[in-house]
């Protein structure tokens, strides 16, 4: 049909793929007013994308979570001057110099961050006709059950599990992972068996993100135009380690030995420098 392509291969590029992104955002805010400036939003949002072809005959695709779905977030700022020291409610006609200046410009401020955690396909490692994964089968449970599973559990052997141990063990059974026998009547992840049929396309979303940074900060004047101004920060101030879920290289999670443990925690030490953990950070400024 080609002959001069050499072997080459033919091939077709579509516009039949798409993408959408509906979102509900709101917002307050409060103007700074007796030394209290206060800022929180919400936004609710779905991101949906099409997926793989499954079959020769139906080459519209299925309509899939994008990998940035993140269902609802809520972020909040803050800042606060403390009411004491020239011009507040406290301390504020201090008559000695030294106290005076000890007393004057303390501030604390923060931005608070909770958000939903983002989709990754449940996968079971078994191509079909296109070398897509051909999904995986429900047992006695839904998505949305499954879903509901999903939590962080700290076990005394220093591994985090995401779903319940009883689940993890009986979907392992199923896959043929370890040696045991399916509980069929127990709730289970079991690959797609029946000739000609696809499994489910299962999205598990990952546990929910929240980090607290903190500051505390002082200006001294020492004229009109100088100051000094110190600043301590802590970012992550609770120290709360955000775990999520761990995919592969394509972002889909394949059912292994390792399936529902969490080996990794949020950090982003390539442009931001945040390890995840708490991170104490002193300033000293002088401004003129």
Same mark, same amino acid.
């Given at each position: 049909?080609?002959?001069?392509? /050499?072997?080459s291969?033919?091939n $077709? *590029? %579509?516009? !039949?793929?798409?993408s959408?992104?509906?979102?509900l955002?709101?917002?307050? &805010?409060?103007?700074?007013?007796?030394?209290?400036?206060?800022?929180?939003?919400?936004?609710w949002?779905?991101?949906?994308?099409?997926g793989?072809v499954?079959?020769?005959?139906?080459?519209?695709?299925i309509t899939?979570p994008?990998?940035?779905?993140?269902?609802?977030?809520?972020?909040?700022?803050?800042?606060?001057?403390?009411?004491w020291?020239?011009g507040?409610h406290?301390?504020?006609?201090?008559?000695?110099?030294?106290?005076?200046?000890?007393?004057?410009g303390w501030?604390?401020s923060g931005?608070?961050?909770?958000?939903?955690?983002?989709?990754?396909?449940?996968?079971?490692?078994r191509?079909t006709?296109?070398?897509?994964?051909? /999904?995986?089968?429900?047992?006695? $449970? *839904? %998505?949305? !059950?499954?879903?509901?599973?999903?939590?962080?559990?700290?076990?005394?052997? &220093?591994i985090?599990?995401?779903?319940?141990?009883s689940?993890?063990?009986n979907?392992?059974?199923?896959?043929q992972?370890?040696?045991q026998?399916?509980?069929?009547?127990?709730p289970?992840?079991g690959?797609?068996?029946?000739?000609?049929?696809?499994?489910n396309q299962?999205?598990?979303y990952?546990?929910?993100?929240?980090?607290?940074d903190?500051?505390?900060?002082k200006?001294?004047k020492i004229?009109?135009r100088?100051?000094i101004?110190?600043r301590?920060?802590?970012?992550?101030?609770?120290?709360h380690p955000?775990?999520?879920?761990v995919?592969n290289?394509?972002?889909?999670?394949?059912?292994?030995s390792?399936?529902?443990?969490?080996?990794n925690?949020?950090?982003?030490?390539?442009? %931001?420098?945040?390890?995840g953990?708490?991170l104490?950070?002193?300033q000293?400024?002088?401004s003129?």
């Amino acid at each position: 049909m080609n002959p001069a392509t /050499g072997g080459s291969s033919a091939n $077709l *590029t %579509t516009n !039949q793929g798409g993408s959408t992104y509906n979102s509900l955002q709101t917002e307050v &805010r409060r103007r700074f007013s007796k030394g209290l400036l206060m800022g929180a939003s919400y936004t609710w949002s779905h991101s949906l994308t099409t997926g793989q072809v499954l079959t020769l005959r139906n080459r519209d695709g299925i309509t899939v979570p994008s990998a940035f779905d993140q269902r609802q977030g809520v972020k909040v700022n803050w800042v606060y001057e403390l009411p004491w020291g020239p011009g507040h409610h406290f301390l504020s006609s201090v008559a000695n110099p030294v106290l005076r200046k000890a007393v004057e410009g303390w501030q604390i401020s923060g931005i608070g961050r909770l958000q939903s955690g983002t989709p990754s396909q449940l996968n079971s490692g078994r191509a079909t006709y296109n070398a897509n994964d051909a /999904g995986v089968v429900l047992h006695n $449970l *839904t %998505t949305s !059950q499954l879903q509901g599973m999903m939590s962080i559990q700290k076990m005394d052997n &220093r591994i985090v599990l995401d779903l319940p141990q009883s689940l993890i063990n009986n979907t392992l059974a199923a896959f043929q992972l370890i040696p045991q026998a399916v509980d069929p009547n127990a709730p289970h992840i079991g690959p797609a068996l029946t000739p000609g049929q696809f499994g489910n396309q299962v999205f598990l979303y990952g546990p929910w993100l929240q980090k607290w940074d903190v500051s505390l900060s002082k200006r001294t004047k020492i004229n009109e135009r100088q100051s000094i101004e110190f600043r301590a920060q802590a970012l992550n101030v609770l120290n709360h380690p955000n775990f999520f879920l761990v995919p592969n290289s394509s972002g889909n999670i394949t059912i292994n030995s390792l399936f529902g443990q969490t080996r990794n925690a949020y950090n982003d030490i390539n442009s %931001t420098n945040d390890p995840g953990s708490r991170l104490l950070e002193f300033q000293l400024r002088y401004s003129f």
